[in-house]
């Protein structure tokens, strides 16, 4: 995303919070202007310089200016944290994320943090170190001095100033660069002082801790001069006692307080905001599980106060009347009657036994005669909506409706073309790690942040190209669960393939570990990257001679085309005598005086030499390739152009179709089905044998489907891979922008986001196959989800915080099939089950079916 939309799109979503004023983290996630130069150099300080090349100035993310960054000019001492690098953004931001990184200098930096903290103030005089919701002070930091870490901040940070603080666990030179992610914050809100929460006794003796966890003032009876859970942009559910935060207690989102203990019927609160402000409207989002005393306010009272000490005497009543039918928790907005003011104080009056609040927000604009209290602000930065005066005409306010509606028009409409745009970057950025291996992604272990590898792209790539890559649109923060393959374990597996070894490494407990090293993708005459297959393997196998014999062009009569790619295509075929071409230990699925059913893929005449190359490797490879669930290679025709390798074919063609006419001609629902679950589970063993096969040499499938699955007689199943050459199954296939195709329906996490294809990812799309048999492929996987929907489930499976959505349970699918299925779509590749153990899984057993 350019600078030029990032900015368009902040200012649009300013302009639609100053009406709505309420700050969603997650969609607040925008540079803020280290890398765009928003930030003039004069808001960039520092404790110290190393040199005049490495002033604050320098320590803007991703740019190479200067020596390469930030650098203090004393080595960092474990026990003195006196270096920083401070950043004024002049008003109050809502920030959510940021981003490190070391000094590089195209090779001649070495130095970066591995850990640092975060001071924050509002007005510059007060400063609060930041805390994450477990009371961590210390963030992870770099581990090499080119790659960024982006660290989301839970909570988020509400300041004007910042300081990036190096912490070391030894004396140390480091360098850094920054750059800071979030939005304006339009309440102006800069304390709130009340009385600290309280807890909450469940009839079962549960505890529920309802203080403000997070809040930055002072704590003891009551709470003041700062912020907390009330501004942290997070609502409530329902249930006061779950919570929407990972791994936080019950009752974490609200602030909750007893009527005993307040006499007067009453909860006080006051707000302090940057300057005199004109209020519209204050919203409260409230608890009202009645079910356990809990209720929205009754009445509310509001006095307002200028620059003078006192409280004005006239004050905002409003008087509530609840619906008690409705427990859902809610926002409550009360009317202030555009009241100038720089504080409020406001009187909340109990209902029932307790009063919970989870957010408080307000709605205001500045008041003209007191911008002189806002510090100037650079014209490069954008400035948020500030009007001057409330005119109090009919027309004008008609107008103003008219202007928000086309607001949220224009809002809609960036938002949907910013949403297609980012996916189709995600995609393209996983297409481009498949096919060209252009970008390598690392994630940090265990961390809840994700490093981009730019090593080295400054030298490579132009300043256009630079540029384009160097705006994150949205993060996919981990978990702190998170753990994936290491760097030994590559390292160990590479040394098992440069021993000679095909078959999968294993662990004590004989699990595989899925390799993921040094994969040739061939490139296929349909335009997919249908089998991969380690280098090493590869060589082994395609250094012999083709074990298949050309075949006389003459005896192939075609019959059908099945489908076409980009470098050739697939037909269907009878082949007179392509018997005495085989090898005796195979027997086709053919009727006896009838010509033999073939397919044939075809290269087109005018292919490329990297496609010429790459069909006689394929015809290699499928020549060595012999299991009885494995469509073999038959016979050749590469005497002359076009060439052509002839393969198996299955009578009763793809297993998608013919599921799907078994279910079409046993209609109504009621009649007895010709196939029965046995039938489908003895067809799904078949598939996990021939992937066994496959695993066993390190093979690849990546487009395992019951598309790319023929059946013959007896139910036998062969995996093929046509699917993708075929008109029918083009909706199966999400197009990158004309680069590539990807089943995404099928495909794991790690496979769409990271480009990673291993025998674990096609472990995930043997299990949609199996759901895919069970609903005898009556529909598409996931298909009440358009393909951007799919996609952002699969980010939901890559944060695993329990929001991601799984296929359900086929009607005749046994819970322990299910079960199986299920462990299929685990987040971590190593705990996903080998084909081995599916397919011992997928035997007869008489309590399989109970």
Not at 594 to 613: C, F, I, Q, S, Y
Not at 653 to 668: C, I, T, V, W
Not at 711 to 719: A, D, E, P
């Amino acid at each position: 995303m350019t600078v030029e939309k990032q900015i368009t799109l902040i200012l649009v979503l300013q302009l639609l919070s100053s009406v709505e004023s309420q700050v969603n983290p997650a969609v607040c996630r925008y540079p803020l202007g280290m890398t765009g130069r928003q930030i003039p150099d004069e808001d960039i300080t520092a404790s110290s310089q190393w040199s005049e090349s490495t002033a604050a100035k320098y320590g803007r993310l991703d740019l190479e200016e200067g020596d390469g960054a930030w650098c203090p000019e004393m080595p960092v001492d474990p026990e003195e944290l006196t270096e920083f690098l401070q950043i004024d953004l002049r008003v109050l931001h809502f920030i959510t994320l940021v981003g490190t990184q070391g000094r590089h200098a195209g090779g001649h930096g070495n130095e970066f943090a591995q850990m640092f903290k975060i001071n924050y103030s509002r007005d510059g005089t007060r400063w609060i170190s930041w805390r994450n919701r477990h009371g961590s002070q210390v963030l992870e930091g770099n581990v090499n001095p080119y790659d960024i870490v982006l660290k989301d901040l839970e909570p988020p940070i509400i300041a004007r100033f910042l300081r990036f603080i190096p912490v070391t666990d030894h004396s140390m030179n480091v360098c850094l660069r920054v750059e800071l992610y979030g939005c304006a914050w339009l309440d102006g809100l800069v304390s709130y002082n009340s009385p600290s929460g309280q807890q909450f006794l469940l009839p079962e003796g549960q505890i529920v801790n309802l203080n403000d966890t997070i809040y930055d003032g002072a704590v003891g009876y009551s709470m003041t001069e700062g912020l907390g859970q009330l501004t942290d942009g997070v609502s409530g559910l329902d249930d006061f006692t779950l919570t929407h935060e990972y791994h936080m207690w019950p009752g974490y989102d609200y602030v909750g307080w007893s009527n005993e203990s307040f006499p007067n019927g009453y909860v006080e609160i006051m707000f302090e905001f940057d300057r005199i402000r004109n209020f519209t409207t204050m919203k409260v989002h409230c608890n009202n599980m009645f079910s356990k005393g809990v209720k929205i306010f009754k009445e509310v009272q509001c006095f307002f106060r200028s620059e003078a000490n006192e409280w004005e005497a006239n004050s905002v009543i409003s008087v509530l009347i609840m619906d008690d039918a409705n427990p859902s928790a809610r926002y409550v907005t009360v009317q202030l009657h555009n009241h100038m003011a720089r504080a409020i104080k406001c009187q909340y009056y109990f209902a029932d036994s307790w009063m919970m609040f989870s957010e408080i927000t307000f709605e205001s604009d500045a008041a003209m005669y007191n911008n002189s209290l806002s510090p100037p602000r650079p014209a490069s930065v954008p400035t948020t909506y500030d009007p001057t005066l409330k005119i109090d005409d009919s027309n004008t306010r008609l107008l103003i409706g008219c202007l928000v509606a086309i607001i949220f028009i224009l809002l809609a409409i960036i938002v949907i073309i910013l949403w297609r745009q980012f996916w189709q970057k995600m995609l393209e950025k996983a297409s481009r790690r498949m096919l060209d291996e252009e970008l390598t992604v690392s994630l940090s272990i265990p961390s809840d942040s994700n490093t981009y590898n730019a090593n080295r792209r400054h030298e490579s790539m132009s300043t256009s190209e630079h540029e384009s890559n160097s705006t994150y649109d949205r993060i996919f923060p981990l978990g702190p669960d998170y753990q994936e393959l290491t760097a030994q374990a590559v390292v160990e597996e590479e040394a098992g393939y440069s021993a000679g070894k095909l078959a999968l490494p294993t662990n004590a407990d004989g699990v595989p570990h899925y390799a993921e090293a040094d994969i040739v993708n061939l490139q296929g005459v349909t335009g997919g990257n249908t089998y991969s297959v380690p280098a090493i393997t590869m060589d082994l196998l395609s250094g012999k001679e083709v074990a298949v014999e050309e075949f006389p062009r003459k005896h192939l009569t075609f019959k059908e085309k099945l489908g076409e790619g980009q470098f050739g295509e697939v037909h269907l075929c009878e082949a007179e005598g392509v018997e005495d071409f085989l090898d005796k230990d195979l027997i086709l699925d053919t009727n006896i005086g009838l010509p033999t059913l073939v397919a044939v893929k075809m290269l087109r005449a005018d292919a490329n030499k990297n496609a010429r190359n790459d069909f006689l490797k394929e015809i290699k490879i499928m020549s060595r390739l012999k299991d009885p669930n494995i469509i073999r290679l038959l016979a050749v025709c590469i005497a002359e152009d076009p060439l052509c390798m002839i393969t198996e074919y299955m009578e009763n063609g793809d297993l998608n179709q013919f599921l799907s006419r078994q279910q079409a001609e046993n209609e109504p629902c009621s009649a007895a089905l010709n196939i029965t679950y046995s039938d489908l589970r003895y067809m799904a063993a078949q598939i996990a044998s021939g992937m066994r096969y496959l695993s066993s040499l390190n093979f690849v499938h990546r487009d395992l489907a019951t598309r790319n699955c023929l059946v013959g007689r007896n139910y036998t199943i062969k995996i093929a891979d046509f699917g993708m050459s075929r008109n029918l199954y083009s909706g199966d296939y999400y197009r990158i922008q004309g680069r590539a195709v990807l089943p995404i329906r099928w495909m794991s996490w790690e496979s769409i986001l990271m480009g990673k294809f291993t025998t674990a990812s096609d472990v995930w799309a043997f299990a949609v196959t199996l759901w895919e048999m069970l609903t005898f492929c009556q529909e598409q996987p996931y298909s009440e989800m358009s393909d951007e929907q799919v996609i952002e489930n699969t980010g939901e499976f890559f944060r695993d915080q329990g929001k991601q959505v799984y296929l359900p349970q086929p009607e005749i699918c046994p819970d322990k099939v299910y079960k199986l299925m299920l462990s299929c779509w685990r987040r971590e590749t190593r705990v996903r089950p080998s084909f081995q153990e599916i397919y011992q899984l997928l035997q007869p057993d008489p309590n399989l079916e109970n």
